[in-house]
């Protein structure tokens, strides 16, 4: 491989030909860390109608965009995106490669440094050039504590979660180059092919971006317990989330579930119903701004994160809360 850079280069994931929050919370902290290091930022784009994504990523930081539209790119297929971004990684010779930590992108970032054979780190919370090399902090033992480590060698690849990074401001004036990838994949040497394909419905605010989102466990009691966190949210413009506990009861649907091995959510006001806290939940919530919580047991860890907490059965506060909010809003 030609020897690498000081760049870094980001893969933008694009959902209905637009990119999505993390995307461009990693071009910001690409930003920060070239300007850091003297080197350029490069996006990746793959997918169908990214007529005006080069000009749209340049605005939000990159030196540099390629463009890999094509209708076989317009849904996430590992095997059909290797070929290209490995000789694009392998042409641009960035020191770091930025990848989402979504589904997508914790499929993508282990097999690309297999291929590869170069160092991954994934579920990246922070990037700091420490003496010329990369430090990635991440959170370790089930989210109980953080750990700092660095690559051996450049190229490397990092998956970095939402919400831990600051997008730049949009500036149109800010012009990158952009090109367009002349694709090499044979399409005959796509192993798996994608029976279907189900979108999660999606009413209302989407989780990462609520301001407010109300988290739900099995304190709840049940599945119903859901639907007057749905009302609230339906009242505050906020979204729902869940404990992986409740995901797995079939309470909620499984793209509800924050945390460590979940989503990473960092809204303006975190309300916990009946859930207890443990470090692998609080890995998606704990860098809310304010966490209330409601639970029966006066010990639960999770009054330990909380700002405010309020000891009582869950199934009494909330249609009380709901009352008080209603009256509020009227
Ligand atoms: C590798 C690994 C990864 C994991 N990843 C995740 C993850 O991404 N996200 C996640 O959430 N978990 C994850 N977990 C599971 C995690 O460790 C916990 O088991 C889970 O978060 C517990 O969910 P819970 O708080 O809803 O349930 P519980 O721990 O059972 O807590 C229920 C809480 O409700 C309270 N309660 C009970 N009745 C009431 C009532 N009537 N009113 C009010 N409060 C009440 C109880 O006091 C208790 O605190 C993971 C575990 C492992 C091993």
């Known amino acids: 491989m030609t020897e690498s850079n000081n760049g870094v280069l980001v893969v933008v994931e694009m ?46 930081g990159a030196d540099q965009v390629l463009i890999n539209d094509h209708e076989i790119f317009a849904n996430f297929h590992a095997e059909a995106w290797l070929p290209d971004l490995s000789k694009i990684v392998v042409e641009v010779a960035p020191a770091l490669v930025l990848i989402g930590h979504s589904l997508s992108g914790t499929d993508l970032a282990p097999r690309l440094a297999y291929r590869l054979d170069v160092d991954v780190a994934t579920g990246c919370e922070s990037i700091d050039i420490v003496n010329g ?68 419905k999606a009413d209302g605010v989407k989780l990462e971006s609520a301001k407010i989102v109300i988290g739900g466990g099995l304190g709840l009691g049940g599945p119903e317990g859901f639907d007057t966190l749905n009302e609230i949210a339906a009242l505050v413009d906020g979204a729902v989330g869940a404990s992986r506990a409740a995901c797995d009861l079939d309470w909620c649907p499984r793209s509800y579930q924050i945390g460590l091995t979940g989503r990473t959510v960092a809204p303006e ?15 998606g919530c704990g860098n809310s701004k304010t966490i209330v919580s409601i639970n029966s047991d006066p010990d639960a860890a999770i009054f330990k994160s909380s700002s405010f907490g309020i000891v009582g059965n869950s199934q009494e506060i909330m249609p009380a809360l709901v009352e008080e909010i209603r009256k509020l809003k009227a």
Do not use: W
């Open 269 to 283: 006001l975190y309300l916990a119903v009946g859930i207890s806290g443990a470090s692998h939940h609080m890995a």
């Open 15 to 60: 959902l209905d030909s637009q990119p999505i929050d993390l995307g461009l919370e990693m071009l910001g902290l690409a930003r920060r860390l070239a300007d850091s290091s003297g080197g350029t930022v490069t996006a990746v784009a793959f997918g169908t109608g990214l007529e005006t994504t080069g000009e749209l990523l340049s605005a939000y």
């Open 133 to 200: 090399r990369p430090h990635m902090t991440r959170s370790c033992f089930g989210g109980l504590a953080r750990e700092v480590v660095t690559f051996n060698k450049t190229p490397a690849v990092a998956t970095i979660r939402s919400k831990t990074q600051e997008p730049l401001t949009q500036m149109m004036e800010r012009v990158g180059e952009v090109q367009q990838v002349n694709s090499i994949l044979d399409v005959n040497s796509i192993r798996t092919r994608v029976i279907k394909r189900e979108r999660e």
